[in-house]
Nanobody, 124 residues
Framework: TDVLLESGGGLVQTGGSLRLTCTVSGLRSDYINSAYCMGWFRQFPGQELEEVAH???????FYDDSVKGRFSISKDSASKTLFLQMNSLNPDDTAKYYC??????????????WGQGIQVTVSS
């Protein structure tokens, strides 16, 4: 089974930083790591998933306006790990964050693979 394993969430004060990681594992992990668009979504209580950032195979990136200049997405191909560095966090960033992977960035919301989700809580 191919899975995305997330870690790095937790509780942080306003202005603080966290780094989320998402590691690809399974039989197709090498292919997913090299050929798939990978990104991060978040979900506020009672709301739909919203895309935070993604990283395409050509290394182009997307960031939601709400996180531009504060969040940075990157990947270490050797360890098959996707990162989301989150700086200058504020309470509006409090949500459950999900890692996702799909062949096409434009359809990442229909991702073939999803992580289990990890909570990020920012205290005021």
């Amino acid at each position: 089974t191919d899975v995305l394993l997330e870690s790095g969430g937790g509780l942080v004060q306003t202005g603080g930083s966290l780094r989320l990681t998402c590691t690809v594992s399974g039989l197709r992990s090498d292919y997913i790591n090299s050929a798939y668009c990978m990104g991060w979504f978040r979900q506020f209580p009672g709301q739909e998933l919203e895309e935070v950032a993604h990283l395409d195979t050509d290394k182009s990136t997307f960031y939601d306006d709400s996180v531009k200049g504060r969040f940075s997405i990157s990947k270490d191909s050797a360890s098959k790990t996707l990162f989301l560095q989150m700086n200058s966090l504020n309470p509006d960033d409090t949500a459950k964050y999900y890692c996702a992977a799909h062949l096409v960035c434009g359809r990442l919301q229909e991702a073939s693979f999803w992580g289990q989700g990890i909570q990020v809580t920012v205290s005021s």
